[in-house]
């Protein structure tokens, strides 16, 4: 650091230079965005519908939760699939378990926090690794970019949207922004003292599924990540 | 070819690769549709060349207080649990690698792509400590069963056909495969699934790191870089230091351009930040998670001729353009990073006896500067490093002395009309259908290209004429 300080001392004179501005007032900022996409959300939708096809994802619209599960059970049947894992009933906005159990699927859901036995938390590692289905929520969904934002955190592991092939993510209205900059605000939020921040270690941003161009560059999909990502749009509510 | 043999002269490297068929159609590809997507990309996103503005001075506001971002990322990263370890050397930054793994009992390291640690020449002295390095991104993981290097910054096995790929799976891997994208991926993913859940370290580069928050960045299209940050034990993050950024907002300025220059895509498949271990209430995540910084050269150039280059994003944008990178490729240059702002890395980590004759392999024709996301004048510093290293005259004696009679020509109006009109005779007889083919003494100017010929008229002969006949 010494070194570093010593260096800097030798530039003096440069023209000054900024940072990008940020936010005075994270939240003041963040609820102003909503209020804005409380009118034009419909369009903000639409763009994000756009731009998640374009890069390969698929998307979907229901009114209410329940409405999710024939959804899911749609896709799993056209894949040939049942193995299904997702982030615990409360991190999803409901227990879905019951209703995919009778549509014939096999759904396990994750336990709200940590695990302490190791020889369990293995076990719960080969059954995420060996599903077909990964159901999980979505803190946003950038409209600009048909982007998913999911931050990890108790009863929302990281895995469920990661080692299957399959990744089906859920939203509603409060989700939705339609920039990167606007995204860079709950960021900013999210990180800003005395509020209730992201609750794991790690942030996501998921622009549909896995890709590689490496080999001659011809695009394949699924590469590590899931080679499908299904968003569904949840006109009602899901989240407190 | 797999690696450069750096004892052959840079020009016969370049005269290899310029000779080899297949790479020479594959650059032409691969650089051709990056250039394409790029262009595209920033056609539809007028608010791009702003934000490229943006970003250049978030790099330069950056530099100017680094102590100060610095010094707030590690105090963040460690009140997150995280480790923060300072290498001023490669050496020191293997030495705090290696210790860390020792310490992790592991066996075998899982990679995300990173020039960071090919830069640190990591993978060998992690197979001498005998931990097994296994690169995970698809075009590092087929260079390492290669044992080679990678070719481009952002898609190291360009250099490669499918056919080759199949046959290497084929030997190495014990599997028959036919040549086919799809096929070859599936595969591969099979494979490194398996080393994904059994390896205790995880080790990434980075693109970011976020002062106000004590975030490392990850951006990814395969989604390697979430499974090495979340199912290892370990995590090791190694990053240069002047990949610093002060906020969230500042991230999401880069985030907007990044992909844009690299790939053409709006935004990469995965961008994960990480904030330190698996914190309390999580499933799964790293117990330990550790950040190298890397100084290897950078922090005597925060003051030093080569500043700029610091901006670098690592996007390869630079690379597709230029005319240089587009005839020879990755390898030819012999280093770890590659194309015009690979030779000013190079000359940063190296010093710049390293680059005599790499500092010549630029037309200065600008381009980068045009690609640059950030637009670092990487010509300007070339011509900076040829002064530095050119104690000793690497023209021949022939082209000095024309060189030298041009340029008195050229400050000479009358002289110089005058010298037109004598070549228009002189080069009678080398011309033909309009153009020089070959010229004495000049073999290596004519020798793969045509010299236009004298133009019957100067412009300025043309321009009196059309002056005259505006007048009448």
């Known amino acids: ?240 | 070819m797999s690696q450069a043999d750096l004892s052959i002269p840079f020009r016969r490297r370049a005269g290899r690769a310029m000779e080899d068929a297949f790479l020479q159609e594959a650059l032409t590809i691969a650089t051709t549709k990056f250039i394409g997507l790029r262009r595209e990309a920033f056609d539809a996103f007028p608010e791009g060349e702003g934000l490229r503005d943006r970003a250049r001075e978030i790099k330069e506001a950056t530099l100017q207080h680094l102590d100060r971002y610095l010094e707030q990322l590690i105090g963040n990263v460690e009140r997150f649990g995280g480790r923060v370890h300072f290498a001023t050397t490669a050496a020191e930054a293997r030495a705090v690698i290696l210790e860390i793994g020792r310490r992790a009992g592991a066996r075998m390291a899982v990679k995300s792509k990173s020039m960071a640690t090919e830069e640190i020449h990591l993978n060998e002295a992690l197979e001498e400590a005998g931990i097994v390095p296994v690169e995970t991104d698809l075009g590092e993981y087929i260079i390492q069963l290669a044992h080679e290097r990678p070719s481009h910054i952002i898609a190291p096995a360009i250099h490669k056909t499918k056919g080759q790929i199949a046959d290497l799976f084929g030997k190495e891997l014990k599997r028959t495969v036919p040549a086919d994208p799809e096929a070859l991926t599936q595969l591969a993913r099979g494979e490194l699934r398996e080393k994904f859940l059994q390896a205790d370290l995880g080790i990434t580069g980075a693109n970011f790191a976020v002062a106000d928050t004590g975030t490392v960045v990850l951006v990814t299209n395969e989604g390697n870089g979430r499974m090495v940050t979340s199912l290892p034990r370990v995590h090791v993050a190694v990053m240069g230091v002047e990949k610093v950024v002060p906020s969230m907002s500042d991230l999401m300025v880069f985030l907007a351009i990044l992909a844009k220059s690299a790939t053409g895509q709006k935004l990469s498949v995965y961008t994960t930040l990480v904030q330190g271990p698996r914190r309390a209430g999580e499933l799964e995540g790293p117990e330990e998670f550790h950040l190298v910084l890397l100084d290897n050269g950078r922090v005597d150039q925060l003051a030093g001729p080569l500043r700029e280059a610091l901006y670098c994003l690592r996007c390869g944008a630079c690379l597709n353009v230029c005319p240089v990178y587009r005839q020879i490729g990755g390898h030819a240059y012999g280093h770890t990073y590659p194309g015009p702002i690979g030779i000013l890395l190079t000359a940063m980590l190296n010093g710049p006896g390293s680059v005599k004759e790499l500092a010549h392999a630029s037309s200065l024709c600008g381009a980068c500067v045009d690609a640059c996301p950030v637009r670092i004048d990487i010509p300007r510093m070339l011509i900076e490093l040829r002064r530095e290293v050119d104690e000793k005259r690497i023209a021949p004696w022939i082209e000095r002395v024309v060189f030298t009679s041009v340029g008195w020509l050229l400050t000479r109006p009358l002289l110089y009309g005058l010298a037109g009109r004598v070549a228009r005779v002189l080069q009678r007889p080398f011309v033909s259908d309009g153009a020089i083919r070959s010229l004495p003494l000049f073999g290596d100017w004519t020798r793969t290209r045509d010299l236009p010929a004298v133009a019957s008229r100067t412009f300025r002969e043309r321009w009196n004429e059309l002056e005259r006949e505006t007048l009448r």
Do not use: C, N
Not at chain 1, 42 to 50: D, K, S, V, W
Not at chain 1, 115 to 124: G, T
Not at chain 1, 168 to 197: C, K, M, N, Y
């Open chain 1, 1 to 240: 650091m010494a070194r570093i300080r010593a260096e800097l001392g030798k530039t003096r004179g440069l023209p000054p230079a900024e940072p990008t501005r940020r936010p005075e007032r994270p939240r003041v900022e963040a609820e102003a965005i909503r209020a804005e996409l409380a009118e034009r959300w419909p369009e903000a939708l639409e763009r994000f519908r756009r731009e998640l096809e374009k890069v390969g994802g698929v998307f979907y619209r229901v009114a209410t939760l329940a409405e999710v599960v024939p959804v899911v059970a749609g896709i799993a049947r056209d894949r040939a699939a049942r193995r299904l894992v997702s982030w615990h009933a409360a991190e999803l906005g409901g227990d879905l378990g019951p209703a995919l159990t009778a549509q014939g699927l096999e759904p396990v859901a994750m336990p709200p926090g940590e695990v302490p036995s190791a020889a369990e938390r293995q076990r719960l590692r080969e059954l995420v690794a060996a599903a077909e289905l990964g159901l999980t929520g979505a803190d946003l969904a950038i409209a600009e970019t048909g982007t998913l934002v999911l931050s990890s955190g108790a009863g929302r592991p990281r895995s469920t949207s990661l080692l299957p092939p399959y990744h089906i993510a859920l939203f509603d209205r409060t989700a939705l922004v339609e920039s990167l900059a606007q995204a860079g605000v709950f960021l900013e939020l999210w990180h800003a003292d005395g509020e209730p921040g992201p609750r794991g270690a790690v942030i996501s941003f998921i622009t549909g599924p896995s890709r590689t161009a490496d080999i001659e560059l011809t695009l394949t999909r699924g590469v590590h990540g899931p080679k499908e990502v299904h968003a569904i749009f949840v006109e009602a509510s899901i989240r407190g």
